[in-house]
């Protein structure tokens, strides 16, 4: 009976899934190989034994013996059509879209420097080759998480990034941006980094088996699950970067980051008028940098550039970018101005785990039987540090920035999520504190 009743509750929470979600989700992947074998004159394959094959909705169908090359293969389009050479001599002749090959004996397929798991597909336009990698969505993961977060992170982190990553995966399939090219997503970071096979690690691998099928839902469908590498103390609301206001990408604080990135940057004001011509910006000459408004926890939503003639604002991720071409964009929009905006009191937070406890620096004491000051330390096991506010840099003629965290600030804080995992938090306790409403299933 017990049986029955589990069977029922499956099936109705599988009918409350968006159709999208279950109806569409295919049971492989295809992921576009663009950083590296995109529209290509001929792609090297440097397995000895493949079988070459097609498409049979979604499955490899075998159209060939096992092709033998000591040296390899290379690929490319002759007469209109994919075919496989060793060598110079022509061994196998695609005659439809959908040419893929296989490893003889099951192993990955290796291209160039890189090897993938599953499927290689060849897609070709005009005389061009395009390398899709047809795999199984969670072996398709197994190379994603340790190009998007260190297999020395805590597992508990590394889980939360699966299911992140899993979830991203789904919704982007279901945005459907690549399906004109043949696939559904790219191995860029615009769909999630991807090499195959390259660094794939037992820690990330294990994260992803322990979380297998888990994503996060807000309102039964699949969020956009944004991540990024360090907050520097507090993450962003999606509307302050992308526009759109999504209910669950609030900003929350992030106060057991673990080693949140600093960094300081210094212009003159040469190079100032330098990043208003590359913006079509004509105010006259730079006079000053203002920081004119911060969100809830301080990061930075507009930037004013003051000139001579007028002021140019910037906002969101454009005060990021707006550097670009004098440097590089900024780290991050976590930021204050040497000798305009002065870094407030730092706040100091005491976690055991199971809360956090906050007071401003200037309350809290550091005391012995000698001297009393106003200097915090903090022992983590193995490192004594002091707390205490950025200090000021000044640079000739121009200005510095000084600032915390690296990446967009909306989603999940890869270091955050590190943090509280050291901390004895777990993956859905560190999901549900960075995305705000949703559920884990």
């Not at 097609?54 to 499955?59: K, L, P, R, V």
């Not at 003889?104 to 890189?114: D, M």
């Not at 299911?163 to 399906?179: D, L, Q």
């Amino acid at each position: 009976m017990k049986k029955l009743t589990l069977l029922i509750f499956l099936l109705l929470g599988i009918l409350a899934l968006p159709a999208t979600i279950v109806a569409d989700t295919p049971s492989t992947i295809r992921i576009g190989l663009t950083s590296n074998f995109a529209n290509r004159d001929s792609i090297n394959i440097t397995n000895t034994q493949i079988i070459a094959g097609y498409d049979s909705n979604g499955a490899f169908q075998a159209a060939s013996q096992v092709l033998h090359s000591a040296s390899g293969f290379t690929a490319r389009v002759s007469g209109g059509v994919v075919a496989l050479y060793s060598g110079d001599s022509q061994v196998f002749a695609f005659t439809s879209q959908g040419a893929q090959i296989r490893d003889s004996a099951g192993e990955q397929i290796r291209l160039g420097a890189y090897s993938y798991r599953g499927v290689i597909e060849f897609r070709s336009v005009g005389n061009r080759l395009t390398a899709i990698n047809v795999i199984c969505q969670e072996e398709y993961l197994f190379g994603v998480l340790p190009m998007e977060m260190s297999h020395s992170f805590h597992i508990e982190a590394l889980k939360a990034q699966a299911i992140a990553s899993r979830t991203f995966m789904m919704y982007r399939i279901g945005a459907e941006e690549h399906v004109h090219q043949g696939f559904h997503l790219c191995d860029g970071t615009h769909c999630q980094s991807y090499r195959g096979a390259y660094l794939e690690h037992a820690n990330t691998s294990r994260a992803v088996n322990e979380t297998r099928g888990l994503m996060i839902y807000h309102n039964n469908a699949v969020i956009l699950a944004v991540y990024f590498a360090s907050s520097g103390g507090s993450t962003d609301n999606s509307e302050n970067v992308w526009v759109q206001n999504r209910p669950y990408l609030r900003a929350v604080q992030d106060p057991m980051e673990h080693d949140p990135v600093t960094w300081d940057r210094a212009f003159t004001i040469a190079q100032l008028n330098t990043a208003l011509q590359h913006a079509g910006v004509n105010i006259g000459e730079a006079i000053s940098l203002t920081v004119t408004q911060t969100g809830v926890y301080g990061r930075v939503q507009e930037l004013t550039v003051e000139g001579i003639n007028g002021q140019h604002r910037l906002r969101g991720e454009a005060v990021r970018t707006f550097f670009a071409p004098i440097g590089g964009a900024l780290m991050s929009r976590n930021f204050y101005i040497v000798g305009v905006e002065q870094p407030t009191t730092p706040t100091v937070f005491v976690t055991d785990g199971l809360r956090v406890i906050s007071s401003g620096l200037g309350s809290l004491f550091w005391r012995s039987q000698q001297t009393s000051s106003n200097e915090i330390y903090v022992f983590d096991g193995m490192t004594l540090r002091r707390i205490e506010a950025d200090q000021a840099i000044t640079t000739g003629s121009g200005l510095t920035l000084v600032g915390r965290g690296w990446g967009h600030g909306v989603g999940m804080s890869q270091r955050g999520a590190h943090g509280m995992a050291r901390a004895g938090y777990t993956y859905r306790q560190i999901l549900l504190h960075f995305y705000t409403g949703v559920e884990i299933r």
